[in-house]
């Protein structure tokens, strides 16, 4: 059975960087798109980040160039590089993988049928 776990998470002051990681458990994992979301407190779960199979990309706009994802297929791993931290970025970091189709234009909703990880936490602040 494949499995998500997520890893990289900390404490980092503002302005700081970490890079996440998701590593994909079993010998092949193709999914249709690989999601980096992020909860924050009292708020809903959000996209942040996306790695469809074709290798393009889409990112919300409150990452503001300073996220990039990649992969790593080798690994059956996924990434968030996350650069110039402020306050607000502090939340639950999650990966989700979708194995079916997905309108591009919907891909920052969590889906209840994805696969998800438990979680990495992480917290800005001064």
């Known amino acids: 059975q494949v499995q998500l776990v997520e890893s990289g998470g900390g404490s980092v002051q503002p302005g700081e960087s970490l890079r996440l990681s998701c590593a994909a458990s079993?010998?092949?994992?193709?999914?249709?798109?690989w999601t980096w979301y992020r909860q924050r407190s009292g708020k809903e779960r959000e996209g942040v980040a996306v790695?469809?199979?074709?290798?393009?990309?889409n990112y919300r706009d409150f990452t503001k160039g300073r996220f990039i994802i990649s992969r790593d297929s080798a690994k059956n791993t996924l990434y968030l590089q996350m650069n110039n931290l402020a306050p607000e970025d502090t939340a639950m970091y999650y990966c989700?993988?979708?194995?079916?189709?997905?309108?591009?234009?919907?891909?920052?909703?969590?889906?209840?049928?994805?696969?998800w990880g438990q979680g990495t936490q992480v917290t800005v602040s001064s």
């Open positions: 790695m469809f199979n074709d290798g393009s990309t």
């Open positions: 079993g010998a092949t994992f193709s999914p249709y798109l």
């Open positions: 989700a993988a979708d194995f079916g189709f997905v309108p591009a234009f919907q891909w920052w909703l969590p889906r209840s049928d994805a696969l």
